[in-house]
């Protein structure tokens, strides 16, 4: 298959040797990664409630700006929750049975959805790919974390786009128009002072913010979009790509994962055992994934041993 070939390349004994230097750069390079992504969702955060809603107020019904905020605020929870979870649960193990492969790094069998990280150095189940900005792979263990992270994401950076269309536009063209925020007066402006007292830093944060949340909005809606028809067909990225080899050796070939769109999304999302949609998904939850049903008992006795 495609992976069983990218992985015997980068196996081989030319390259192997740099991708193990890449690989420990990588994952270098993912720990400063989470800090930036915790420092620019701080100045989101200062920008979009410190001076986007509050200037708001020049434009917008003051109920269309509380539900912001509520709705902001909401979000925010979401995202550090499940970025939270996503970068630091561990890999599941499922072991493999004895007619399957063996991995010679971790030495041990793996199943058919098992495949190794160079990057992290073991063995991960339900492999979709290893994403720097969580600094580990997106598995079984935290793909709904992961899913959940980047449509909270999606939905918050749309919201500050929609939201704070006049201030950026006020902002881009602050020479021209003289309005800004540390010109106007407001009544619900608690950081104003504070904010203003350094120069430059109101129209330079909302500029940079409403362009950084519109980038993300596109980049990371895409992704949503993406696993969203991957979750729909009961893939992951690795299981994508071997599905397309599957077909095209055999065109009648169908993929034994995909349970239907419905099954296949309360399988993801794990909503079983009476678990409702609000309460786990909606809200933040640690409940465990679903894996199938042989995997899912293998869990359970290693849970009770």
Same mark, same amino acid.
């Given at each position: 298959?495609?992976?069983? *070939? ?20 990588? !994952? ?5 990664? #989470? ?9 989101? #955060? ?22 912001? +905020? ?14 939270? *979870? ?10 493999? *049975?004895?007619?399957? !492969? ?7 069998? *793996?199943?058919? !959805? ?23 792979? #997106?598995?079984?263990?935290?793909? &709904? ?56 830093? +109101? ?23 993406? /696993?969203?028809?991957?979750?729909? !067909? ?39 055992? /009476?678990?409702?949609?609000? &309460? ?24 009770? #041993?």
């Amino acid at each position: 298959s495609t992976c069983d *070939k990218i992985e015997a390349f980068l196996d081989g004994p030319f390259i192997s040797q740099y991708v193990n230097v890449i690989n420990r750069y990588i !994952r270098g390079l993912g720990n400063i990664l #989470v800090v930036v992504v915790y420092l620019i969702t701080l100045l989101l #955060v200062v920008t979009s409630f410190g001076i986007i809603l509050p200037y708001e107020q020049w434009y917008q019904p003051p109920l269309l700006l509380i539900f912001y +905020s509520l709705c902001g605020a909401f979000l925010f929870v979401n995202i550090m929750y499940h970025y939270y *979870k996503a970068r630091t649960i561990a890999p599941i193990y499922v072991p493999g *049975k004895d007619n399957e !492969r063996w991995c010679f790094k971790c030495e041990h069998r *793996k199943t058919i !959805r098992t495949h190794h990280c160079g990057i992290c150095q073991s063995c991960v189940h339900g492999m979709d790919h290893h994403c720097i900005w969580i600094n580990q792979c #997106v598995g079984s263990h935290n793909h &709904r974390h992961f899913f959940l992270f980047i449509a909270n994401l999606t939905v918050a950076t749309f919201i500050i786009t929609i939201a704070g269309y006049h201030t950026a536009y006020d902002h881009f063209f602050e020479y021209t128009n003289g309005k800004s925020f540390c010109s106007a007066y407001l009544d619900y402006a608690p950081l104003q002072s504070w904010i203003c007292s350094i120069d430059g830093f +109101s129209r330079n944060a909302v500029i940079f913010s409403y362009l950084l949340a519109a980038l993300l909005m596109c980049l990371v809606g895409f992704l949503t979009a993406w /696993n969203m028809f991957l979750i729909s !067909r009961g893939f992951t990225y690795i299981d994508y790509l071997q599905h397309s080899d599957h077909v095209a050796m055999n065109p009648q070939y169908r993929n034994p994962l995909n349970h239907g769109v419905s099954r296949n999304w309360r399988n993801f999302l794990g909503l079983r055992r /009476n678990r409702s949609f609000f &309460r786990h998904v909606i809200l933040p939850s640690s409940h465990s994934p679903f894996l199938n049903e042989e995997e899912e008992s293998v869990r359970l006795v290693e849970d009770v #041993v």
